[in-house]
């Protein structure tokens, strides 16, 4: 948590196949979550109710490889050569 009412949450996705029949592995995409709780109020001893608001961040970190055919080809983090 940044302050006790904003906090940051991260994410990096890495991915390793062999489906389309080239090896590919590699860092696909990162994001970043920024959740903001602008209020907090108890209902009773047990239960709080909590309002936040929200903002997301996608960096994707390679080209989408799976909409291209890759048969014959070299592949290289995504990307053809």
């Not at 006790?4 to 949450?9: E, G, N």
């Not at 990096?12 to 592995?25: E, K, V």
């Not at 709080?48 to 291209?68: D, M, N």
Request: aromatic letters at 14%; charged letters at 20%; proline letters at 5%.
């Amino acid at each position: 948590m940044l302050r006790p009412d904003l906090k940051l949450k991260y994410e990096l996705h890495y991915n390793s196949t062999n489906a389309t029949g080239a090896r590919f592995s590699g860092f696909e995409k990162t994001s970043f979550k920024l959740i903001y709780f602008p209020s907090q109020k108890p209902l009773n001893d047990t239960w709080t109710v909590k309002s936040a608001l929200g903002l997301e961040w996608y960096l994707f970190l390679v080209t989408c490889w799976i909409s291209r055919p890759l048969v014959g080809t070299k592949h290289s983090m995504g990307t053809l050569e």
